[in-house]
């Protein structure tokens, strides 16, 4: 019978799964095989990815699979098992796992995995494996919002540049000028009645008077 402290440790064992369990996601590997320097980089992969990696005891995961409803995997708890998980990136795990499955076929193989709360297939582990690593569909995805931006900016350049107004440039339009007062004609009042009218006087030249000739004929008084 084991003793107190031994059955202490594999209940805190059990307690560390079952939290690993409750991680973003997971994938489920039989590692049988594999070498020292192989495992090395693996590990070091997993670090970078910020991915928890280690080997498992069988006895003591069906515990905690029991824990947190995972019944379906008790199938898959023989042989030698490991288990990657995330809090992070929720598709590193499968993606990481693949790349090293794919290297080491005959010595590193995908049983199972999980994705918030959901029990994953080996093929549809393989499919999650294909998705793009986070920062990537993050860049994506700003992309798709930026495209029309660039679009439109890309048709503005070429308009500039051709000398000639955009469809999609906004006109800007003078002010109109200020129209200057118009000065009107003020009409002359009539005179009141009985009010003399001053004429301008037109300048006549004076005319001599006409000197008759004295006529030889002239009758003597």
Do not use: C, H, W
Request: proline letters at 6%; glycine letters at 4%; aromatic letters at 4%.
């Amino acid at each position: 019978m084991p003793s107190e402290k031994v059955l202490q440790e594999k209940k805190q064992i059990v307690e560390e799964m079952t939290n690993r369990l409750k991680s973003k996601s997971g994938v489920f590997v039989d590692y049988k095989g594999i070498t020292v320097i192989e495992d090395t980089q693996m590990r070091v992969k997993m670090r970078e990815e910020k991915i928890d990696y280690s080997v498992i005891k069988n006895r003591l995961m069906k515990f905690a699979i029991k824990n947190v409803g995972y019944d379906e995997l008790d199938n898959i708890l023989v042989g030698t098992t490991s288990l990657a998980t995330s809090t992070d990136d929720p598709i590193a795990p499968a993606r990481v796992v693949k790349e090293f499955a794919d290297k080491l076929p005959d010595y590193f193989e995908i049983k199972a995995g999980f994705m918030d709360g959901k029990i994953l297939s080996k093929s549809e582990v393989l499919a999650i494996a294909s998705i793009p690593p986070l920062p990537v569909l993050q860049a994506q995805f700003l992309g798709t919002l930026l495209a029309p931006i660039t679009s439109l900016a890309v048709v503005l350049k070429a308009a500039a540049e051709k000398g000639g107004a955009s469809d999609v440039e906004v006109a800007v339009k003078e002010e109109p000028k200020a129209e200057e007062p118009k000065v009107e004609a003020v009409a002359e009042e009539p005179a009141a009645a009985g009010e003399p009218v001053v004429e301008a006087a037109a300048t006549e030249e004076p005319v001599e008077p006409e000197v008759e000739e004295e006529t030889d004929n002239k009758k003597e008084d």
